[in-house]
């Protein structure tokens, strides 16, 4: 049992310690001053791949696979642990410092949009896809994006926090939010059971915005253990789910933009153009070839 009592009054005296701690901090606003690039496309995207970068990501890559030309991109990686997030120029497009932001020139003027629920809904409107225009339709849609807005937090800032980042297992956080995860888990396995989809027969926004945080964890992805940890195998109809939508080619392409760890091959830093995917896979297996080739030599 801990002995800390909080006192009557918090105040920010010592890092909270974790994976983290060197960027968490009571204050929002600006660090350093740091202008954003700007790319020749209509849209640029400041992100990073995490499950909320992929969402954005992966909603270009399907409009561009259904031939909406004008949903062309500049990706551009915001690297969190770092601290760009906190640059004055990405400040300026998402107050709230947090991945992913967008910038749409394709009017008169810019126009800023952050938090990836906004961002889907703004180009599921712009170019007419992903979210039916009216009627009950529509409102399931909305009904399960906001859905994840809501729960998700609890899967990643509570379950994957004290699982995979708090700088110690705290059984008591642990058993708390992995009961909360599995009650989701239930939540979808119930609804996809006799849905193809989330909102129902047609792939929507709303699927593109749940994937990445449940997909992620019934593939195996994300919080490395927590798969078995929360027994998703259990969820028959998620796992079925998950890896239909990750057979997409464009999921498979969104899910790799401004990534910037884990195998080679499933890296791009940067995305400025649709042959950026087959260039890049190259060039990194090339290098990862000559890295192991450097190995067995030194062995």
């Known amino acids: 049992m801990s002995d800390y009592v909080p006192p009557k009054v918090w105040t920010w005296e010592q890092p909270s310690g974790g994976q983290f701690a060197n960027i968490n901090r ?24 995490t499950p909320n970068g992929q969402k954005v990501s992966i909603m270009f890559e399907e409009l561009l696979e259904k031939g909406h030309a004008g949903a062309e991109y500049d990706a551009w990686p915001i690297r969190i642990g770092e ?15 947090k991945i992913p932001a967008l910038i749409d020139r394709s009017g008169p003027e810019p126009v800023r949009v952050f938090e990836s629920g906004a961002i889907l809904v703004y180009l599921a409107e712009k170019f007419g896809e992903f ?8 409102a399931e849609t909305l009904s399960w994006l906001f859905w994840q807005m809501g729960s998700a937090p609890f899967l990643g800032g509570g379950f994957g926090h004290f699982f995979a980042y708090a700088p110690e297992k705290i059984e008591y956080a642990i058993d708390r939010y992995a009961m909360e995860a599995k009650r989701q888990f239930d939540v979808l396995d119930r609804r996809l059971a006799d849905n193809e989809y989330v909102a129902g027969p047609d792939y929507t926004i709303a699927d593109i915005a ?23 195998h259990q969820y028959a109809h998620v796992m079925r789910w998950a890896k239909q939508i990750d057979a997409r080619p464009a999921v498979q392409r969104g899910r790799k933009v401004n990534k910037l760890t884990g ?5 791009l830093h940067e995305r400025h153009d649709p042959s950026d995917f087959a260039l890049r896979t190259q060039d990194k297996l090339e290098s990862a070839d000559e890295s192991e080739a450097v190995k067995d030599d030194a062995i």
């Open 131 to 138: 979210l039916p225009r009216s009627g009950p339709e529509r």
């Open 26 to 49: 009571p204050i929002a606003g600006p660090t350093h001053d740091k202008a954003l690039p700007v790319g020749r496309h209509p849209f640029q995207l400041y992100s990073l791949a």
């Open 210 to 232: 749940i994937w990445p945080w449940y997909g992620g964890v019934a593939l195996g992805r994300t919080y490395e253990g927590a798969s078995e940890f929360l027994a998703v």
């Open 83 to 97: 601290g760009d997030q906190f640059g004055s120029g990405f400040v300026a497009v998402n107050p709230n410092s």
């Open 263 to 267: 195998e080679l091959r499933e890296q």
